[in-house]
């Protein structure tokens, strides 16, 4: 199972970027989804997590600016930011969990099984 993460880029403050990360070798289909991102020195944070209903839950400082939705078909992911800040510079990755376990009973990164490669995301001030 792989999971390749796209969409990245430099953006200026205030604007918006659509990332997608496309599972290849298997299925998306009764798996949590999410989405994480790192900046140097910091801890890999949580931004939100699609259950295989495309029922999506943030973390309460992500809640807002950003969407989680998914295409079980396309087996793709996407995450929708809006009203980017040079704060939300960073690497984002895309996961997946174990199979059947929805997205309620993960606990943080640590629960998540496959990882992507990630994206570079920079805004620019």
């Known amino acids: 199972v792989r999971l390749v993460e796209s969409g990245g880029g430099t953006v200026q403050s205030g604007g918006s970027l659509r990332l997608s990360c496309e599972l290849s070798?298997?299925?998306?289909?009764?798996?949590?989804m999410g989405w994480f991102r790192q900046s140097p020195g910091k801890e890999r944070e949580e931004i939100g997590t699609?259950?295989?209903?495309?029922?999506?839950t943030y973390a309460d400082s992500m809640r807002g600016r950003f969407t989680v939705s998914r295409d079980n078909a396309k087996n793709t992911l996407f995450l929708q930011m809006n009203s980017l800040t040079p704060e939300d510079t960073a690497m984002y990755y895309c996961?997946?969990?174990?199979?059947?376990?929805?997205?309620?009973?993960?606990?943080?990164?640590?629960?998540?099984?496959?990882w992507g490669q990630g994206t570079q995301v920079t805004v620019s001030s």
């Open positions: 699609s259950d295989p209903d495309d029922s999506p």
């Open positions: 070798g298997g299925s998306s289909v009764d798996y949590c």
């Open positions: 996961a997946r969990g174990p199979m059947g376990r929805w997205c309620s009973y993960m606990s943080g990164a640590a629960s998540f099984v496959t």
